[in-house]
Structures are given as structure tokens and as C-alpha cells.
């Protein structure tokens, strides 16, 4: 997704992936910034552990708790900072910092959003899962002003954590510790569980709980398999569908804007990533 986007720009860059133990993150890191890199991303468990290792964080890293995008900056001799990958010469720079940001969180909006193509204000909806995935989609669906909030999650504390969480930044929505009542229409059911991953899991949520006809759109963070259970169901049921991996287009996207300052081409790197994961090119 990435080298697909980078050509696309016309960039004589690469985007390599590295196995690095996370007990020596810090040396990576200095690697990198050392050898002049543009910037780099991470994953878990490196991303939380990155918090340490940046000179400057962003808020939205702040807030997550979490960098998965890091921009390496150089100082010029003005004393300014631009980002290496904008540089004219990268070379000339006194002193590199390294900046982390993270693009996942705002990555679940903009899928939702755009794959299922629906707005969230105002909306109704519910959330399986309150682990790392869950607590960040329902602090952003708060965020996005959803009017209910329904929060399913097996370990009811971390459920009622999140919900405390989110109270105290978004009073208004009003968020709910169990299924929706019998009857009651949804417009958006988000799994942020790792059920689903594997064939033989049960499904995320409970059938008899909640009728999927009262559901209008199904979201499923896995995007591996490409159709889970749920999504299977969902679709029978006449649902709007779409799986996770626009997630991981998005932040991707805003990661190489971060880096090159430019609109990313989506629908390249939209098409090498669905041909990477899926072996097959995209249905757009
Ligand atoms: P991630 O970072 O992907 O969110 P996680 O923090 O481990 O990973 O969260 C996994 C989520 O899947 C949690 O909501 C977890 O429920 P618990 O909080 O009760 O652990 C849920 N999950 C995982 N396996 C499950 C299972 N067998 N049944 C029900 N929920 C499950």
C-alpha cells in the first residue's frame, strides 16, 4: 500500500518492514533517525511503548496513548523544523527530532463514514467490545456525537470503565450497558472483538439478544477473513456491510500525508492493499 502510494507521488523513497524486539525500540529508533529516515510506523506493542522514545507527541497520540506514525523533523540553521521527507536537502539539517502521531483513531471514523457512507450524528448504535480497539472506536463514536451508545463487552468492568471514560467527556450521549430493547431500530453495530478471526469462533453477539432486520449497517474491525460470521449474517439480514480494511487504509493515507505534506492517492493505495490482503484486486 505503502510503495504502491510512494510511486504513485513520484517518490524515490521505500517502505521496508523491520522485526525489532521491543526491548530495543530506542536502538531503532536512533538507527533510523541516524540513517535520515522520513519517518516510520509501528505496531503493537511498539506503538505504546514509542510514547517514551519521541522527542514531541502529538495530541492525538497523547490522547490515545499510542504512536503509530513517527515524522523524523530537522532543524535548520533558522532554527525552524521541517519534516525530512519535504526537505530540499535533507542532508544540511543541525539537529533531527522524531514526532509521534497517531492516525488509527480517527482511521475507524472516516471508514465508517466513507465504507459504510453513513453519518454518525445523531445516531444509534452498538459497540461489541471494550478492549484496546473498543475503547478507542467509542471514544471516537462519542466524539462524533452519536446520540446512543450501546456497550457489549463479556468483562462487564472494562464496559463500565469505557463508559465512565466517556461520560466525562461527552455528557450527552447516552450510553447503555446492555442490547438495545426488542424492537428497537440500530443504525450502525460495530465488532471491536477478536471474534471472528478465526473460523471456529461464536459470533461476537448474542442472536437472540438482537435482531440484525433492526440493524441498517454491520461494521467488523477484521478485515482477515474478508466476510466474517458476523458480516455473513449481517448481509442475509439485509444489513449494510464493511469489514476493517479501510481502518487500515486510512491510517496508512494520513500516515503519508504526515510524511510528504500531500494528499495521499487513496484508491492506489486503496487497490495494492486489497490486492496484497486478498490476492485479488478490489470490486470498485
Ligand atoms: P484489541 O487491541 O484488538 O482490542 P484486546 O484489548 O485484547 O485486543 O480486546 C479484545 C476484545 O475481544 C475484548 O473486548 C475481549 O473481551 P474481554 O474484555 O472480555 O476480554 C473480546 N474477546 C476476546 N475473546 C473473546 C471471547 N472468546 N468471547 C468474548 N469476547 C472476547
Known sequence: MQNAGIADMGLNWRYLAFDVAPEQLDL?????????????????PHKLLALDWVDEVDPAAREW????????????SGGEWVPVGQAEDPTGFESIRSVGFNTDADAILRSIKEDLEMGLKGSKCVLLGAGGAGRVAAMKLASAKV??????????SKSEAVARDIQAKYPDVDIVL?????????????NATSLGLKTSDDLPLDLEAINLRNVDSVYDMIYQPAETALLQA????????ANGL?????????????WTGRPAPTDVMREALHAHVYGKPSAH
Open 28 to 44: 531503532a529508533l536512533a538507527g533510523a533517525r541516524s540513517m535520515r529516515f522520513v519517518g516510520l510506523n509501528l505496531t503493537v
Open 65 to 76: 496513548g499510542a504512536v503509530n506514525t513517527i515524522r523524523f523533523e530537522g532543524q535548520t
Open 147 to 156: 446520540s446512543r451508545l450501546h456497550l457489549i463487552n463479556r468483562t462487564l
Open 178 to 190: 446492555d442490547y438495545p430493547r426488542h424492537g428497537d431500530s440500530i443504525d450502525l453495530l460495530l
Open 234 to 241: 449481517a448481509r442475509a439480514s439485509g444489513c449494510r456491510t
Open 246 to 258: 479501510g481502518m487500515l487504509l486510512y491510517q496508512g493515507t494520513a500516515a503519508l500525508e504526515i
